[in-house]
Nanobody, 118 residues
Framework: QVQLLESGGGLVQAGGSLRLSCAASGRTFSNYAMGWFRQAPGKEREFVSIIAWNGINTHYAESVKGRFTVSRDNAKNTVYLQMNSLKPEDTAVYYC???????????WGQGTQVTVSS
């Protein structure tokens, strides 16, 4: 069992930066790929980024590639999402997730709101 708690969301102006953190509880954190998803008002939840259990392999949605960076610290049971050059269209609730792949998520966090003003 893995429990996930996101933090770091907030209000930022366009062009600004935020860093999201996701703290995981449970002994098996390092076994899982860790992902970030987001859901904007009136839209379906969408994939943002994922990082493999070893922290080496990463994958990003085209809409955030070059602006967002995912990383993890298995010693701290924490995964991060550094978001730079934020745009109003990045406004959404951001969810941390743990699983075997982006299409096989086992656990979800409760989400943290990110609002980017123009």
């Amino acid at each position: 069992q893995v429990q996930l708690l996101e933090s770091g969301g907030g209000l930022v102006q366009a062009g600004g930066s935020l860093r999201l953190s996701c703290a995981a509880s449970g002994r098996t954190f390092s076994n899982y790929a860790m992902g970030w998803f987001r859901q904007a008002p009136g839209k379906e939840r969408e994939f943002v980024s994922i990082i493999a259990w070893n922290g080496i392999n990463t994958h990003y949605a085209e809409s955030v590639k070059g602006r967002f960076t995912v990383s993890r610290d298995n010693a701290k049971n924490t995964v991060y999402l550094q978001m730079n050059s934020l745009k109003p269209e990045d406004t959404a609730v951001y969810y941390c997730a743990a699983g075997w792949s982006a299409s096989s998520i086992q656990y979800w966090g409760q989400g943290t709101q990110v609002t980017v003003s123009s």
